[in-house]
C-alpha cells in the first residue's frame, strides 16, 4: 500500500497530460488529412464564369463538409479508442482510480473536440487563401472572401458540441463492446435481423424506421435555436458518458 496520499484533481490532470502527449499523433494526423483534403480541392462544390467584354468573371463555392466529415470519424475514433485494454492498462501505471481515468478521458475529449472544431472551421477560410494564392486572376473580390467573425464562432460552437456527441458516442460504444467482445460478431448481423424482421412483422416497416431516423436527425441537426441545440447535445453526451462510467464498474480490474 502507498503511503503517499492522492489528490484525484492531479492524478486525473496527470493522467491526462500523458494522454495528450502519447496521442499527439491523432492531432497531427488530423490537420495532414484536412490539408490534403483542401490542397485536392475538394472543398469546392461550384464554379461557374462569365464573360463580358475584357473581364471575365469566376464564381467559386466552397463547403467544408468533407473536412467536418473526416474529423467527426477522426474523434470517434479516438473516443473508441480510449475504452481499449491497452489504454485502460496503461493507467496502472499511475496510482489512481477509474474515477481519475474517466474524468481525464472526459478532458481529453473536450480537448479535441475543440481542436477539431477549430481546425475543421478554419478549413473554409484556408480552402480560399489558397484559392487566392493559387490563382491566376488578378482581382478577387472582397464579398464573401472575407470570414464572418461571428460566423465563424457559431461555426466553431456548432462543431464542437457535434464533436462532443459524437465523442460520447464512440466512447459508450467502446465501453460496451469491452464489457461483451462478442458484440462486436453480433453488430454486422443487426442490419439482417432488422431486415428479417420487418419483412415478418405488419407492425414494423421501412417507413416506420425511416420515419424515427428522420426525428432523430431533425432533433439534432435541425435545430434552430443554438442555445437549445447546445443543451441537446450536452444532456444527450453526459447521459452517455454516465453510462459508459457505470458499465466500466462491471468489469474486472485487468479487464
Not at 99 to 106: D, P
Not at 189 to 202: C, D, E, G, R, T
Request: proline share 2%; charged share 10%.
Amino acid at each position: 500500500m502507498s503511503l503517499i496520499k492522492t489528490n484525484l484533481f492531479k492524478v486525473s490532470k496527470t493522467q491526462y497530460l500523458f494522454k495528450l502527449k502519447s496521442n499527439l499523433n491523432f492531432f497531427i494526423a488530423l490537420i495532414l488529412l484536412q490539408l490534403t483534403i483542401i490542397l485536392l480541392g475538394a472543398t469546392y462544390i461550384s464554379n461557374s464564369s462569365a464573360s463580358t467584354a475584357n473581364v471575365n468573371c469566376i464564381v467559386l463555392g466552397f463547403s467544408g463538409d468533407l473536412v467536418i466529415s473526416i474529423t467527426f470519424i477522426w474523434a470517434f475514433i479516438i473516443a473508441f479508442s480510449l475504452t481499449t485494454k491497452k489504454n485502460r492498462y496503461i493507467n496502472f501505471s499511475f496510482v489512481s482510480n477509474r474515477l481519475s481515468n474517466h474524468l481525464s478521458n472526459i478532458a481529453f475529449l473536450i480537448t479535441i473536440a475543440l481542436y477539431g472544431s477549430l481546425t475543421a472551421s478554419m478549413s473554409s477560410g484556408f480552402s480560399k487563401i489558397v484559392r487566392y494564392i493559387t490563382s491566376s486572376s488578378q482581382i478577387i473580390s472582397s464579398k464573401g472572401f472575407e470570414l464572418d467573425p461571428q460566423y465563424l464562432l457559431i461555426n466553431i460552437i456548432g462543431i464542437l458540441f457535434y464533436l462532443l456527441l459524437i465523442c460520447s458516442i464512440g466512447y459508450f460504444i467502446g465501453s460496451i463492446f469491452q464489457l461483451n467482445w462478442t458484440l462486436i460478431l453480433v453488430l454486422p448481423i443487426i442490419p439482417i435481423l432488422m431486415v428479417f424482421l420487418i419483412k415478418n412483422s405488419p407492425y414494423l416497416t421501412f417507413s416506420i424506421i425511416w420515419d424515427l431516423l428522420e426525428k432523430i436527425i431533425s432533433f439534432y441537426f435541425l435545430e434552430s435555436s443554438l442555445l437549445i441545440f447546445i443543451l441537446k447535445t450536452l444532456i444527450t453526451a453526459l447521459f452517455l458518458i454516465l453510462i459508459s462510467i457505470f458499465i466500466s464498474k462491471k468489469l474486472e480490474v485487468r479487464k
